[in-house]
Protein backbone atom coordinates (compact mmCIF):
# COMPACT_ATOMS: atom_id res chain seq x y z
CA UNK A 1 0.00 0.00 0.00
CA UNK A 2 1.46 3.25 -0.81
CA UNK A 3 2.50 5.59 2.11
CA UNK A 4 0.74 8.81 2.47
CA UNK A 5 2.53 12.21 3.48
CA UNK A 6 0.75 12.42 6.81
CA UNK A 7 2.01 8.77 7.18
CA UNK A 8 5.40 9.19 6.39
CA UNK A 9 5.62 12.93 8.12
CA UNK A 10 4.91 10.54 11.59
CA UNK A 11 7.84 8.15 11.47
CA UNK A 12 10.27 11.04 12.22
CA UNK A 13 10.53 9.39 15.74
CA UNK A 14 12.87 6.45 17.62
CA UNK A 15 9.63 4.23 17.77
CA UNK A 16 9.19 3.99 13.90
CA UNK A 17 12.91 2.72 13.55
CA UNK A 18 12.58 0.48 16.90
CA UNK A 19 10.03 -1.58 14.84
CA UNK A 20 11.69 -2.21 11.67
CA UNK A 21 15.65 -1.98 12.77
CA UNK A 22 15.53 -2.91 16.48
CA UNK A 23 19.18 -3.84 16.59
CA UNK A 24 20.35 -0.92 15.32
CA UNK A 25 23.08 0.99 17.47
CA UNK A 26 20.75 4.55 18.12
CA UNK A 27 23.90 5.79 20.95
CA UNK A 28 27.59 4.32 20.97
CA UNK A 29 29.45 5.92 23.81
CA UNK A 30 32.55 6.47 23.30
CA UNK A 31 35.27 5.42 24.64
CA UNK A 32 33.64 2.79 26.49
CA UNK A 33 31.82 1.26 23.18
CA UNK A 34 28.22 0.85 24.36
CA UNK A 35 25.47 0.35 22.77
CA UNK A 36 22.01 1.51 22.87
CA UNK A 37 20.28 -0.36 20.42
CA UNK A 38 16.98 1.60 18.82
CA UNK A 39 14.65 -1.05 20.46
CA UNK A 40 16.62 -0.47 23.98
CA UNK A 41 16.31 3.34 23.13
CA UNK A 42 12.23 3.34 22.65
CA UNK A 43 11.74 0.95 25.68
CA UNK A 44 13.43 3.04 27.96
CA UNK A 45 11.52 6.30 27.02
CA UNK A 46 8.12 4.46 26.67
CA UNK A 47 8.39 3.14 30.07
CA UNK A 48 9.80 6.76 31.53
CA UNK A 49 6.69 8.28 29.12
CA UNK A 50 4.66 5.74 31.46
CA UNK A 51 6.03 6.54 34.77
CA UNK A 52 5.93 10.64 34.50
CA UNK A 53 2.34 9.98 33.37
CA UNK A 54 1.67 8.06 36.74
CA UNK A 55 2.76 10.53 38.95
CA UNK A 56 0.86 13.11 37.66
CA UNK A 57 2.75 15.07 35.27
CA UNK A 58 0.03 16.26 32.60
CA UNK A 59 1.40 17.76 28.63
CA UNK A 60 3.18 21.03 29.42
CA UNK A 61 5.00 19.94 32.65
CA UNK A 62 8.29 20.00 33.52
CA UNK A 63 11.39 17.43 33.98
CA UNK A 64 15.02 18.45 34.90
CA UNK A 65 17.75 16.34 34.59
CA UNK A 66 21.17 17.07 35.44
CA UNK A 67 23.60 14.13 33.82
CA UNK A 68 27.14 13.89 32.59
CA UNK A 69 27.17 12.33 29.30
CA UNK A 70 26.29 8.57 29.46
CA UNK A 71 24.04 5.80 27.59
CA UNK A 72 20.71 6.96 29.24
CA UNK A 73 20.72 10.63 28.68
CA UNK A 74 19.28 10.61 25.18
CA UNK A 75 17.16 7.99 26.09
CA UNK A 76 15.72 9.82 29.04
CA UNK A 77 15.14 13.14 26.47
CA UNK A 78 13.30 10.53 24.05
CA UNK A 79 11.12 9.62 26.85
CA UNK A 80 10.06 12.97 28.24
CA UNK A 81 9.22 14.03 24.53
CA UNK A 82 7.39 11.17 24.49
CA UNK A 83 5.10 12.26 27.38
CA UNK A 84 4.48 15.52 25.76
CA UNK A 85 6.60 17.51 28.66
CA UNK A 86 9.11 20.60 28.62
CA UNK A 87 12.27 18.84 29.57
CA UNK A 88 15.07 20.54 30.90
CA UNK A 89 18.76 19.39 30.19
CA UNK A 90 20.70 21.08 32.96
CA UNK A 91 24.60 21.24 33.21
CA UNK A 92 26.77 19.01 35.13
CA UNK A 93 28.87 21.40 36.24
CA UNK A 94 26.95 23.77 38.09
CA UNK A 95 26.69 24.46 41.53
CA UNK A 96 24.05 23.11 43.78
CA UNK A 97 22.95 27.13 44.16
CA UNK A 98 22.54 27.45 40.16
CA UNK A 99 21.18 24.00 39.63
CA UNK A 100 18.08 24.19 42.21
CA UNK A 101 17.52 27.38 40.82
CA UNK A 102 17.24 26.08 37.48
CA UNK A 103 15.09 23.56 38.60
CA UNK A 104 13.00 25.80 40.72
CA UNK A 105 12.84 28.50 38.16
CA UNK A 106 11.38 25.99 35.53
CA UNK A 107 8.93 24.29 37.90
CA UNK A 108 10.29 20.89 37.41
CA UNK A 109 7.89 18.42 39.02
CA UNK A 110 10.80 15.94 37.91
CA UNK A 111 14.30 15.44 38.24
CA UNK A 112 16.56 12.93 37.34
CA UNK A 113 20.55 13.07 38.08
CA UNK A 114 23.10 10.64 38.61
CA UNK A 115 25.57 9.59 41.49
CA UNK A 116 28.45 11.47 39.70
CA UNK A 117 26.13 14.79 41.32
CA UNK A 118 25.74 13.14 44.42
CA UNK A 119 27.41 16.02 46.53
CA UNK A 120 25.75 18.64 45.02
CA UNK A 121 22.69 17.53 44.45
CA UNK A 122 22.58 16.51 48.18
CA UNK A 123 22.47 19.95 48.99
CA UNK A 124 19.41 21.01 47.19
CA UNK A 125 16.93 18.26 48.84
CA UNK A 126 15.16 20.08 51.47
CA UNK A 127 15.52 23.20 48.64
CA UNK A 128 13.49 21.49 45.66
CA UNK A 129 9.85 21.30 47.25
CA UNK A 130 8.09 21.24 44.12
CA UNK A 131 9.69 17.81 42.97
CA UNK A 132 7.59 15.35 43.18
CA UNK A 133 9.45 12.15 41.37
CA UNK A 134 13.29 12.58 42.05
CA UNK A 135 15.21 9.59 40.12
CA UNK A 136 18.88 8.67 40.02
CA UNK A 137 20.54 6.98 37.18
CA UNK A 138 22.89 4.08 37.52
CA UNK A 139 23.66 4.32 41.16
CA UNK A 140 21.93 5.02 44.57
CA UNK A 141 21.72 9.30 45.56
CA UNK A 142 20.07 10.15 48.79
CA UNK A 143 17.01 11.10 48.52
CA UNK A 144 16.32 9.54 45.09
CA UNK A 145 14.32 6.54 44.18
CA UNK A 146 16.41 4.25 41.51
CA UNK A 147 15.85 5.37 38.40
CA UNK A 148 15.79 1.40 36.81
CA UNK A 149 13.67 0.31 39.64
CA UNK A 150 11.26 2.79 39.18
CA UNK A 151 10.54 2.85 35.25
CA UNK A 152 11.00 -1.45 35.59
CA UNK A 153 7.49 -1.39 37.13
CA UNK A 154 5.73 0.49 34.44
CA UNK A 155 4.64 -0.62 30.77
CA UNK A 156 6.78 -0.42 28.28
CA UNK A 157 3.85 0.15 25.79
CA UNK A 158 3.55 3.77 24.95
CA UNK A 159 1.35 6.41 25.65
CA UNK A 160 -1.87 6.92 23.63
CA UNK A 161 -2.21 9.75 21.47
CA UNK A 162 0.94 11.26 22.07
CA UNK A 163 1.94 14.79 20.34
CA UNK A 164 5.56 16.51 20.00
CA UNK A 165 6.76 17.92 22.86
CA UNK A 166 10.15 20.25 22.99
CA UNK A 167 13.09 21.07 25.46
CA UNK A 168 13.32 24.38 27.16
CA UNK A 169 16.96 24.66 27.97
CA UNK A 170 18.71 27.76 29.52
CA UNK A 171 21.51 30.43 28.52
CA UNK A 172 25.07 28.99 29.61
CA UNK A 173 25.16 32.05 31.83
CA UNK A 174 28.23 33.81 30.21
CA UNK A 175 27.15 37.32 31.14
CA UNK A 176 24.40 36.68 33.45
CA UNK A 177 22.01 34.61 35.68
CA UNK A 178 21.11 31.69 33.17
CA UNK A 179 17.76 32.42 31.57
CA UNK A 180 15.35 29.56 30.51
CA UNK A 181 14.15 30.10 26.62
CA UNK A 182 10.64 29.03 26.25
CA UNK A 183 8.87 28.28 23.15
CA UNK A 184 5.14 26.93 22.12
CA UNK A 185 4.40 23.59 22.53
CA UNK A 186 4.19 22.07 18.86
CA UNK A 187 0.69 20.93 18.25
CA UNK A 188 1.54 18.17 16.31
CA UNK A 189 1.70 14.27 16.67
CA UNK A 190 5.00 12.80 17.23
CA UNK A 191 6.59 12.23 14.53
CA UNK A 192 6.07 15.47 12.90
CA UNK A 193 9.52 16.37 11.08
CA UNK A 194 10.50 20.04 13.15
CA UNK A 195 12.71 22.57 11.78
CA UNK A 196 15.71 21.60 12.73
CA UNK A 197 15.32 18.04 10.98
CA UNK A 198 14.50 19.97 7.88
CA UNK A 199 17.90 21.95 8.06
CA UNK A 200 19.60 19.03 8.83
CA UNK A 201 18.42 16.72 6.37
CA UNK A 202 18.44 19.97 3.45
CA UNK A 203 22.04 20.90 4.75
CA UNK A 204 23.89 18.61 5.84
CA UNK A 205 22.44 15.35 4.69
CA UNK A 206 21.29 13.91 7.71
CA UNK A 207 19.95 10.47 6.67
CA UNK A 208 19.13 6.89 7.99
CA UNK A 209 22.59 5.95 7.10
CA UNK A 210 24.41 9.07 8.98
CA UNK A 211 26.88 8.23 11.62
CA UNK A 212 26.81 11.45 13.61
CA UNK A 213 29.81 12.39 16.09
CA UNK A 214 28.98 14.47 19.47
CA UNK A 215 31.65 15.41 21.31
CA UNK A 216 29.92 18.17 23.32
CA UNK A 217 28.09 17.64 26.52
CA UNK A 218 24.86 16.92 25.81
CA UNK A 219 23.15 19.16 27.77
CA UNK A 220 24.05 21.52 25.28
CA UNK A 221 21.26 22.48 23.09
CA UNK A 222 22.81 22.14 19.55
CA UNK A 223 24.10 18.75 20.74
CA UNK A 224 20.99 17.40 22.38
CA UNK A 225 19.06 18.95 19.17
CA UNK A 226 21.20 17.57 16.78
CA UNK A 227 21.33 13.94 18.50
CA UNK A 228 17.68 13.83 18.27
CA UNK A 229 17.05 14.99 14.77
CA UNK A 230 19.50 11.88 13.66
CA UNK A 231 17.29 10.06 15.72
CA UNK A 232 14.16 11.02 14.38
CA UNK A 233 15.94 9.55 10.61
CA UNK A 234 17.35 6.63 12.09
CA UNK A 235 20.74 7.09 12.52
CA UNK A 236 23.71 6.66 14.79
CA UNK A 237 24.71 8.85 17.34
CA UNK A 238 28.71 8.65 18.73
CA UNK A 239 28.38 10.51 21.95
CA UNK A 240 32.29 11.13 23.67
CA UNK A 241 31.91 10.56 27.30
CA UNK A 242 34.46 14.19 27.26
CA UNK A 243 36.34 15.94 24.63
CA UNK A 244 39.70 14.47 23.81
CA UNK A 245 41.32 15.92 20.59
CA UNK A 246 43.45 12.66 19.08
CA UNK A 247 40.37 10.67 20.56
CA UNK A 248 37.61 12.25 18.22
CA UNK A 249 40.37 11.67 15.24
CA UNK A 250 40.39 8.15 16.11
CA UNK A 251 36.90 7.51 16.46
CA UNK A 252 35.61 9.16 13.40
CA UNK A 253 38.13 6.84 11.67
CA UNK A 254 36.51 3.71 14.03
CA UNK A 255 33.14 4.39 13.09
CA UNK A 256 33.55 5.78 9.86
CA UNK A 257 31.98 8.61 10.39
CA UNK A 258 29.86 10.89 8.21
CA UNK A 259 28.30 14.14 10.11
CA UNK A 260 29.62 15.53 12.98
CA UNK A 261 29.49 19.24 14.95
CA UNK A 262 32.48 20.60 16.62
CA UNK A 263 33.08 24.40 18.76
CA UNK A 264 35.97 26.42 17.59
CA UNK A 265 38.29 25.29 20.39
CA UNK A 266 38.38 21.97 19.41
CA UNK A 267 39.44 22.83 15.82
CA UNK A 268 42.13 24.58 17.93
CA UNK A 269 43.32 21.71 20.16
CA UNK A 270 43.30 19.11 17.16
CA UNK A 271 45.17 21.90 15.00
CA UNK A 272 47.64 22.05 17.49
CA UNK A 273 48.73 18.16 17.96
CA UNK A 274 51.49 16.42 16.49
CA UNK A 275 51.63 16.81 12.94
CA UNK A 276 52.58 12.83 13.06
CA UNK A 277 49.40 12.58 15.40
CA UNK A 278 46.96 14.25 12.92
CA UNK A 279 48.06 12.63 9.97
CA UNK A 280 47.60 8.88 11.31
CA UNK A 281 43.70 8.98 11.22
CA UNK A 282 41.52 8.29 8.07
CA UNK A 283 39.25 10.84 8.09
CA UNK A 284 38.06 10.51 4.59
CA UNK A 285 34.43 9.32 5.75
CA UNK A 286 33.69 12.95 6.98
CA UNK A 287 31.01 14.35 4.73
CA UNK A 288 30.09 17.59 6.95
CA UNK A 289 31.54 19.24 10.04
CA UNK A 290 29.36 21.81 11.71
CA UNK A 291 30.36 24.19 13.66
CA UNK A 292 28.87 27.17 15.70
CA UNK A 293 28.36 28.53 19.73
CA UNK A 294 31.25 30.79 18.96
CA UNK A 295 33.22 33.07 16.05
CA UNK A 296 36.12 30.76 14.56
CA UNK A 297 39.53 32.58 13.92
CA UNK A 298 39.60 32.78 10.43
CA UNK A 299 43.26 31.43 10.56
CA UNK A 300 42.02 28.37 12.31
CA UNK A 301 39.07 27.33 9.78
CA UNK A 302 41.73 28.18 6.88
CA UNK A 303 43.46 25.40 8.15
CA UNK A 304 40.31 23.38 9.17
CA UNK A 305 39.61 23.23 5.43
CA UNK A 306 43.25 22.86 4.42
CA UNK A 307 43.50 19.98 6.74
CA UNK A 308 39.58 18.53 6.34
CA UNK A 309 38.92 19.51 2.67
CA UNK A 310 35.36 21.85 2.02
CA UNK A 311 33.29 19.76 4.07
CA UNK A 312 33.36 22.70 6.84
CA UNK A 313 29.88 24.03 7.61
CA UNK A 314 29.04 26.93 9.81
CA UNK A 315 25.51 28.65 11.55
CA UNK A 316 24.89 31.36 13.59
CA UNK A 317 21.77 30.88 15.36
CA UNK A 318 21.11 30.75 19.50
CA UNK A 319 18.98 28.45 21.98
CA UNK A 320 16.20 30.79 21.15
CA UNK A 321 16.03 29.99 17.89
CA UNK A 322 14.39 33.37 16.53
CA UNK A 323 17.07 33.54 13.70
CA UNK A 324 19.66 30.78 11.29
CA UNK A 325 22.51 32.37 9.31
CA UNK A 326 24.42 29.03 7.30
CA UNK A 327 27.27 29.44 5.56
CA UNK A 328 29.71 26.52 3.78
CA UNK A 329 33.31 26.27 3.08
CA UNK A 330 32.83 27.94 -0.99
CA UNK A 331 31.03 30.78 0.43
CA UNK A 332 32.78 31.06 3.53
CA UNK A 333 36.23 30.92 1.48
CA UNK A 334 34.80 33.99 -0.76
CA UNK A 335 33.86 35.74 2.55
CA UNK A 336 36.36 34.99 5.03
CA UNK A 337 35.17 35.14 8.45
CA UNK A 338 31.27 35.29 8.02
CA UNK A 339 28.89 33.39 10.11
CA UNK A 340 26.41 33.02 6.68
CA UNK A 341 23.51 34.71 5.50
CA UNK A 342 19.93 33.96 7.08
CA UNK A 343 17.67 31.15 6.05
CA UNK A 344 15.59 31.36 9.19
CA UNK A 345 14.39 35.36 9.83
CA UNK A 346 15.55 38.47 8.48
CA UNK A 347 18.77 40.44 9.39
CA UNK A 348 18.54 44.13 10.81
CA UNK A 349 21.77 45.55 11.91
CA UNK A 350 20.91 48.72 14.67
CA UNK A 351 22.51 51.66 16.30
CA UNK A 352 22.32 52.32 20.12
CA UNK A 353 19.25 54.51 19.18
CA UNK A 354 17.69 51.56 17.51
CA UNK A 355 17.92 52.73 13.70
CA UNK A 356 19.32 50.26 11.11
CA UNK A 357 22.83 50.95 10.00
CA UNK A 358 24.18 50.77 6.25
CA UNK A 359 25.93 47.44 5.21
CA UNK A 360 29.43 47.41 6.28
CA UNK A 361 28.31 49.30 9.87
CA UNK A 362 28.81 47.44 13.12
CA UNK A 363 25.56 47.11 15.05
CA UNK A 364 23.52 45.27 17.23
CA UNK A 365 22.25 41.97 15.62
CA UNK A 366 18.42 41.49 15.41
CA UNK A 367 16.56 39.03 13.40
CA UNK A 368 12.45 39.58 12.24
CA UNK A 369 10.08 37.18 11.36
CA UNK A 370 11.70 34.35 12.50
CA UNK A 371 10.78 32.05 15.44
CA UNK A 372 9.24 33.29 19.00
CA UNK A 373 10.28 32.89 22.37
CA UNK A 374 10.04 34.39 25.72
CA UNK A 375 12.72 34.20 29.05
CA UNK A 376 10.90 31.94 31.28
CA UNK A 377 10.02 34.21 34.32
CA UNK A 378 11.84 37.13 33.11
CA UNK A 379 9.97 39.52 31.51
CA UNK A 380 12.43 42.24 31.58
CA UNK A 381 15.34 39.94 29.81
CA UNK A 382 12.17 39.30 27.35
CA UNK A 383 11.66 42.96 26.41
CA UNK A 384 15.17 43.87 26.68
CA UNK A 385 15.57 41.27 23.87
CA UNK A 386 13.15 43.04 21.35
CA UNK A 387 13.27 46.19 19.15
CA UNK A 388 10.00 48.48 18.72
CA UNK A 389 9.72 47.06 15.23
CA UNK A 390 9.39 43.58 16.80
CA UNK A 391 12.47 42.05 15.80
CA UNK A 392 14.58 39.65 18.56
CA UNK A 393 18.14 39.97 19.71
CA UNK A 394 21.16 37.06 21.21
CA UNK A 395 22.98 40.68 22.43
CA UNK A 396 25.62 40.33 19.70
CA UNK A 397 27.30 42.52 17.84
CA UNK A 398 28.09 42.31 14.07
CA UNK A 399 28.02 43.81 10.40
CA UNK A 400 26.65 42.63 6.86
CA UNK A 401 28.01 43.27 3.95
CA UNK A 402 26.80 44.04 0.52
CA UNK A 403 26.39 40.19 -0.31
CA UNK A 404 24.16 40.27 2.85
CA UNK A 405 26.80 37.75 4.11
CA UNK A 406 26.65 38.71 8.46
CA UNK A 407 30.04 38.71 10.92
CA UNK A 408 30.02 38.73 14.48
CA UNK A 409 31.97 40.95 16.44
CA UNK A 410 31.50 40.26 19.59
CA UNK A 411 28.83 40.18 22.66
CA UNK A 412 27.97 43.41 23.24
CA UNK A 413 28.45 42.97 27.11
CA UNK A 414 32.01 42.46 26.20
CA UNK A 415 33.18 45.45 24.51
CA UNK A 416 35.88 47.39 25.68
CA UNK A 417 35.76 51.71 26.01
CA UNK A 418 38.87 52.93 26.12
CA UNK A 419 39.50 56.27 25.60
CA UNK A 420 35.77 56.82 23.96
CA UNK A 421 37.00 53.80 21.31
CA UNK A 422 35.16 50.67 20.82
CA UNK A 423 36.91 47.52 21.48
CA UNK A 424 35.76 44.33 20.34
CA UNK A 425 38.09 41.55 22.10
CA UNK A 426 36.90 38.75 19.65
CA UNK A 427 39.42 40.17 16.84
CA UNK A 428 42.14 40.09 19.60
CA UNK A 429 41.89 36.80 20.46
CA UNK A 430 41.74 35.87 17.24
CA UNK A 431 45.01 36.53 16.67
CA UNK A 432 46.66 35.77 20.06
CA UNK A 433 45.03 32.14 19.42
CA UNK A 434 46.94 31.54 16.93
CA UNK A 435 50.58 32.17 18.70
CA UNK A 436 52.23 28.34 19.34
CA UNK A 437 52.71 29.29 22.96
CA UNK A 438 48.63 29.72 23.28
CA UNK A 439 46.48 27.24 24.52
CA UNK A 440 43.09 29.42 25.40
CA UNK A 441 43.11 33.05 26.07
CA UNK A 442 40.08 35.85 26.65
CA UNK A 443 40.54 39.07 26.28
CA UNK A 444 38.37 41.60 28.69
CA UNK A 445 38.29 45.33 29.71
CA UNK A 446 39.76 46.12 33.10
CA UNK A 447 39.79 48.95 35.50
CA UNK A 448 41.97 52.11 33.85
CA UNK A 449 42.23 55.43 35.61
CA UNK A 450 42.83 57.62 33.01
CA UNK A 451 40.62 55.31 29.63
CA UNK A 452 37.99 53.80 32.13
CA UNK A 453 38.99 50.63 30.23
CA UNK A 454 41.80 48.98 29.11
CA UNK A 455 42.72 45.64 27.14
CA UNK A 456 44.35 42.64 29.63
CA UNK A 457 44.53 39.19 28.25
CA UNK A 458 44.19 36.52 30.10
CA UNK A 459 46.23 33.21 28.45
CA UNK A 460 46.06 29.46 29.36
CA UNK A 461 49.83 29.26 27.68
CA UNK A 462 51.13 25.65 26.35
CA UNK A 463 53.19 25.34 29.18
CA UNK A 464 53.04 27.61 32.32
CA UNK A 465 56.25 30.40 32.94
CA UNK A 466 58.52 28.56 35.81
CA UNK A 467 58.84 31.75 37.12
CA UNK A 468 58.26 35.96 36.85
CA UNK A 469 60.99 36.09 34.71
CA UNK A 470 59.63 33.45 32.04
CA UNK A 471 56.19 35.18 32.88
CA UNK A 472 57.44 38.21 31.64
CA UNK A 473 59.26 37.55 28.77
CA UNK A 474 56.30 35.54 27.33
CA UNK A 475 53.94 38.72 28.22
CA UNK A 476 56.20 40.91 25.87
CA UNK A 477 56.20 37.97 23.43
CA UNK A 478 52.52 38.24 22.85
CA UNK A 479 51.88 41.36 22.83
CA UNK A 480 54.85 42.30 20.29
CA UNK A 481 52.78 39.27 18.32
CA UNK A 482 49.32 41.47 18.25
CA UNK A 483 51.04 44.56 17.48
CA UNK A 484 52.84 42.85 14.55
CA UNK A 485 49.03 42.26 13.53
CA UNK A 486 46.55 44.84 15.37
CA UNK A 487 46.78 48.18 15.67
CA UNK A 488 48.38 49.58 19.22
CA UNK A 489 44.68 50.26 21.11
CA UNK A 490 43.59 46.72 19.87
CA UNK A 491 46.37 45.15 21.81
CA UNK A 492 46.22 44.16 25.23
CA UNK A 493 48.49 46.52 27.72
CA UNK A 494 49.34 43.37 30.21
CA UNK A 495 49.08 39.53 30.20
CA UNK A 496 47.99 37.25 32.64
CA UNK A 497 48.79 33.69 32.86
CA UNK A 498 46.81 31.03 34.36
CA UNK A 499 46.94 26.79 34.28
CA UNK A 500 42.70 26.95 32.96
CA UNK A 501 40.56 29.42 32.00
CA UNK A 502 36.86 29.53 33.20
CA UNK A 503 35.18 27.93 29.82
CA UNK A 504 32.27 25.92 29.34
CA UNK A 505 32.63 22.41 28.00
CA UNK A 506 30.66 23.04 24.79
CA UNK A 507 33.13 25.90 23.88
CA UNK A 508 31.89 29.00 26.09
CA UNK A 509 34.06 31.13 27.97
CA UNK A 510 33.02 32.10 30.96
CA UNK A 511 34.27 35.69 30.94
CA UNK A 512 31.92 37.69 33.19
CA UNK A 513 33.77 35.33 35.85
CA UNK A 514 36.84 36.95 34.89
CA UNK A 515 35.45 40.42 34.77
CA UNK A 516 34.21 40.10 38.38
CA UNK A 517 37.74 39.63 39.84
CA UNK A 518 39.22 42.66 37.64
CA UNK A 519 36.11 44.82 39.14
CA UNK A 520 35.81 43.42 42.15
CA UNK A 521 35.04 46.66 44.57
CA UNK A 522 33.76 48.64 42.08
CA UNK A 523 30.22 50.04 40.96
CA UNK A 524 30.74 49.78 37.18
CA UNK A 525 31.99 47.82 34.54
CA UNK A 526 32.95 50.69 32.20
Known amino acids: MTETAEEHQRQHYPGSHAASEPDKAAVVMAPGGEIVTYAE ?3 LANRLSQLLRTVGLERGDHVAFCLENRAEFLPIAWGCHYAGVYYTAISSRL ?22 RADVVAEIVDDIPDVKLRLSVGGIVDGFESFEDAIAACPAEPLADRLESTDMLYSSGTTGRPKGVKVPMPDAPLGTANPLLQLASALFGVDHDAVYLSPAPLYHSAPLRFCMAVHRVGGTVIAMERFDPEHALRLIEQYRVTTSQWVPTMFVRMLKL ?19 AAPCPVAVKEQMIDWWGPVLHEYYAGTEGNGFCYTGSEDWLAHKGTVGRPLIGELHIVDDHGNEVP ?5 TIYFGGGGGFEYHNDVEKTHGSRHPAGWS ?3 DVGKVDEDGFLYLTDRKAYMIISGGVNIYPQETENILTMHPDVFDVAVIGVPNDDFGEEVKAVVQPVTMPADDDASAALERILIAYCRDHLADVKCPRS ?3 RPELPRHPTGKLYKRLLKDEYWSGRETRI
Open 393 to 395: TLG
Open 274 to 292: PEGTRSQYDISSLRVAIHA
Open 495 to 497: VDF
Open 359 to 363: AGTEG
Open 41 to 43: LDE
Open 95 to 116: TSEELSYIINDCGAKAFITSPS
